[in-house]
């Protein structure tokens, strides 16, 4: 059964540093991207951007690029999004999200199918 | 980036009925198209891919058409349980790009 279990909610205050993790099991963990989903209080989902634990490989929304990390640890087969200084903006549920791949003729695709249970990070004052 | 636009944003429906969201993307995807149920508190849940894909364990009450820049989900008998709120997102590029979510509600 694949499951993928995220770390518990954190509390931090704006400028400090955090690091949240997603450990899989039930599948070769180098074999499928890994990506990060946000969702900020009361409104819709966003694509973070995505993780190939295989070679490290990483894309990262436009709208994030720069401002998380994604890193993994394939000895345990986990998965990392990390801030370096924390804003009170990014107050949100973090989830995972491991995502199939393949190619057409013409398009080679990532589609999510299996979600971690989300991480609830707050950053205030 | 790909736009992606859901209508409507809300719909109240009683058990029993047959309800459809529509979802549109700004420019071409095939019918690289994903549909998600998340429920309140929860995290969401894959239903669809490409477009009309039901992933495993999904009931056959879920169904989606489209190609191109235009699909829809149809929910066949609502149940409770059906009611959430229900997101479309796009594949074909990066970065993936999302609805904006339908809520279903109890009428």
């Known amino acids: 059964e694949v499951q993928l279990v995220q770390s518990g909610a954190e509390a931090k205050k704006p400028g400090e540093s955090l690091k949240i993790s997603c450990k899989v099991s039930?599948?070769?963990?180098?074999?499928?991207?890994i990506g990060w989903v946000r969702q900020m209080p009361g409104k819709g989902l966003e694509w973070v951007g995505i993780?190939?634990?295989?070679?490290?490989?990483?894309t990262y929304s436009p709208s994030f690029q720069g401002q998380v990390t994604f890193s993994v640890d394939n000895s345990i087969s986990t998965a990392y999004l990390q801030w370096n200084s924390l804003k009170a903006s990014d107050t949100a549920i973090y989830y995972c999200a491991r995502h199939d791949s393949g190619c057409s003729s013409t398009t080679c695709y990532t589609l999510i199918d299996y979600w971690g249970q989300g991480t609830q990070v707050t950053v205030s004052a | 980036d790909i736009q992606m636009t859901q209508s409507p944003s809300s719909l109240s429906a009683s058990v029993g009925d047959r309800v459809t969201i529509t979802c549109r993307a700004s420019?071409?995807?095939?019918?690289?198209l994903a549909w998600f149920q998340q429920k309140p508190g929860k995290a969401p849940k894959s239903l669809i891919y490409?477009?009309?894909s039901l992933h495993s364990g999904v009931p056959s009450k879920f169904s989606g058409t489209g190609s191109g820049t235009d699909f829809t989900l149809t929910i066949r008998s609502l149940q409770p349980e059906d009611f959430a709120t229900y997101y479309c997102q796009q594949y074909k590029s990066w970065p993936l790009t999302f609805g904006g979510g339908t809520r279903v509600e109890i009428k």
């Open positions: 039930g599948y070769s963990f180098t074999s499928y991207w």
């Open positions: 490409a477009a009309s």
């Open positions: 993780i190939y634990p295989g070679d490290s490989a990483t």
């Open positions: 420019q071409g995807i095939n019918n690289y």
